[in-house]
């Protein structure tokens, strides 16, 4: 990871938990980076930790008041936040994010987030019940709406005595976010992205149903990273339990038929669409308007689902278009016959033998070119940040 912020600006926002003194520890792994950071805290945080701290470690001022006018050591907000790629907030308390949500400017980190027009990343940090009050929980939604990436707090033991959600992030769980939001420096910026996600249910009558085994994790982990890259993400996903990922809009379907409606009512709109969901290529010929009895054979007639992919290829136009194959023998040949099948631009093939629910996965990005790129076992975190290197690097192609 050694240089791997090389050339960065970022801005490290602390305000005043307790949590302030691990910011320290998150300055000395962005400057080990090679990143160049620029400290800012609030009157908060200078009673938890010194500045001369984070003054020694960044070999530069930190900034702290406003209303100074000394230029050689502090160069003003607007400068400051106008170089920076990056602003993190951590820990970020209820009175900043509250202050950052409704555009208070009184200190020089509130200053900032208004003058900057970078990416904005906030860890907040508090009491269990602080972070669980709605009018914490309504802020950050507002903040979350305007684009601003938010990490979870992690449950734990807090610093009151009690156990609950509300401690700073791990420090790995900034970092990587740091690193994520840097490293693609908004290169989907512009693109409206839909996602599709999980498996569907198609009914058989009002309790039962026929469904297959995919979490969902692949597609979130993809609109996550299309989020983080810039793109304007949506999100349709059948049955999962997974949480929603920050400043994603998602729409939840059932069977193929409302994937199907979703997608189309989007795609107008759309400019790469990518089909992660393992739609149900059938559904039960008709579903059982009460509870089904037994009996003692049962026989289902199953009709053909709509291929939403191959419809979408139909009226392809400028759009990018992402499918997967998940595949037990032939990988690359089905995967390649899909691809020119349905238009796409994108085959992703999947080794279900590797994958399927789990945290990793295996897979081979086929082009439209004829470009095959076999990828080791990954976290699908990482997964797709590779499937989205190929998208960005076929729109530079045509722009070429
Ligand atoms: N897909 C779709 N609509 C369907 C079925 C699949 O959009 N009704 C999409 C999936 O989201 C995935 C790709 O198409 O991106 C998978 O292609 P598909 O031909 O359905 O793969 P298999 O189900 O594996 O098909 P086959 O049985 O032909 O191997």
Same mark, same amino acid.
């Given at each position: 990871?050694?240089?791997?912020?090389?050339?960065?600006?970022?801005?490290?926002?602390?305000?005043?938990?307790?949590?302030?003194?691990?910011?320290?520890?998150?300055?000395? +792994?962005?400057?080990?980076?090679?990143?160049?950071?620029?400290?800012?805290?609030?009157?908060?945080? %200078?009673?938890?930790?010194?500045?001369?701290?984070?003054?020694?470690?960044?070999?530069?001022?930190?900034?702290?008041?406003?209303?100074?006018?000394?230029?050689?050591?502090?160069?003003?907000?607007?400068?400051?936040? +106008?170089?920076?790629?990056?602003?993190?907030?951590?820990?970020?308390?209820?009175?900043?994010?509250?202050?950052?949500?409704?555009?208070?400017?009184?200190?020089?980190?509130?200053?900032?987030?208004?003058?900057?027009?970078?990416?904005?990343?906030?860890?907040?940090?508090?009491?269990?019940?602080?972070?669980?009050?709605?009018?914490? /929980?309504?802020?950050?939604?507002?903040?979350?709406?305007?684009?601003?990436?938010?990490?979870?707090?992690?449950?734990?033991?807090?610093?009151?005595?009690?156990?609950? !959600?509300?401690?700073?992030?791990?420090?790995?769980?900034?970092? /990587?976010?740091?690193?994520?939001?840097?490293?693609? %420096?908004?290169?989907?910026?512009?693109?409206?992205?839909?996602?599709?996600?999980?498996?569907? /249910?198609?009914?058989?009558?009002?309790? !039962?149903?026929?469904?297959?085994?995919?979490?969902?994790?692949?597609?979130?982990?993809?609109?996550?990273?299309?989020?983080?890259?810039?793109?304007?993400?949506?999100?349709?996903?059948?049955?999962?339990?997974?949480?929603?990922?920050?400043?994603?809009?998602?729409?939840?379907?059932?069977?193929?038929?409302?994937?199907?409606?979703?997608?189309?009512?989007?795609?107008?709109?759309?400019?790469?669409?990518?089909?992660?969901?393992?739609?149900?290529?059938?559904?039960?010929?008709?579903?059982?308007?009460?509870?089904?009895?037994?009996?003692?054979?049962?026989?289902?007639?199953?009709?053909?689902?709509?291929?939403?992919?191959?419809?979408?290829?139909?009226?392809?136009?400028?759009?990018?278009?992402?499918?997967?194959?998940?595949?037990? +023998?032939?990988?690359?040949?089905?995967?390649?016959?899909?691809?020119?099948?349905?238009?796409?631009?994108?085959?992703?093939?999947?080794?279900?033998?590797?994958?399927?629910?789990?945290?990793?996965?295996?897979?081979?990005?086929?082009?439209?070119?004829?470009?095959?790129?076999?990828?080791?076992?990954?976290?699908?975190?990482?997964?797709?940040?590779?499937?989205?290197?190929?998208?960005?690097?076929?729109?530079?192609?045509?722009?070429?």
């Amino acid at each position: 990871m050694k240089g791997s912020l090389e050339g960065k600006e970022i801005i490290l926002g602390v305000s005043g938990s307790i949590a302030a003194y691990k910011a320290v520890e998150i300055l000395r +792994e962005l400057t080990g980076r090679g990143a160049a950071v620029t400290v800012v805290m609030t009157e908060g945080a %200078q009673r938890f930790v010194a500045p001369l701290t984070f003054e020694t470690l960044s070999r530069r001022p930190v900034l702290t008041d406003l209303f100074t006018l000394d230029y050689d050591k502090h160069i003003g907000h607007v400068a400051t936040g +106008e170089r920076a790629n990056l602003l993190v907030v951590a820990p970020a308390t209820a009175n900043t994010i509250a202050k950052f949500a409704h555009g208070l400017a009184d200190d020089f980190l509130s200053n900032l987030y208004l003058s900057s027009p970078c990416p904005v990343l906030l860890a907040p940090a508090m009491d269990r019940e602080m972070y669980a009050h709605s009018a914490v /929980q309504e802020n950050l939604t507002h903040l979350k709406a305007r684009g601003v990436h938010v990490l979870e707090p992690e449950y734990g033991e807090l610093a009151s005595g009690l156990i609950g !959600r509300g401690r700073l992030p791990e420090l790995s769980t900034i970092l /990587q976010k740091i690193d994520d939001l840097l490293r693609h %420096q908004g290169d989907l910026t512009g693109e409206t992205v839909l996602v599709t996600a999980g498996p569907t /249910q198609e009914l058989l009558d009002p309790v !039962r149903y026929i469904s297959n085994r995919s979490t969902g994790k692949m597609g979130f982990a993809l609109a996550q990273a299309a989020q983080d890259r810039g793109a304007h993400v949506t999100l349709v996903s059948g049955p999962t339990s997974l949480p929603t990922p920050p400043g994603i809009m998602r729409t939840d379907v059932t069977t193929a038929e409302e994937m199907y409606q979703a997608v189309l009512d989007r795609l107008d709109t759309t400019t790469i669409l990518i089909m992660a969901a393992a739609v149900a290529d059938y559904r039960p010929s008709s579903s059982a308007s009460q509870k089904m009895k037994k009996q003692e054979t049962l026989t289902v007639e199953f009709v053909r689902n709509p291929d939403i992919l191959a419809e979408a290829g139909r009226h392809k136009g400028s759009r990018i278009l992402v499918g997967f194959a998940a595949e037990t +023998e032939d990988l690359l040949e089905n995967a390649r016959e899909k691809l020119r099948k349905k238009h796409l631009d994108l085959i992703v093939a999947n080794d279900i033998r590797v994958g399927f629910g789990g945290e990793t996965t295996r897979v081979t990005i086929l082009d439209r070119h004829g470009g095959v790129q076999e990828l080791p076992e990954r976290s699908k975190r990482e997964v797709a940040h590779q499937i989205l290197d190929r998208v960005v690097a076929l729109r530079s192609g045509e722009r070429a």
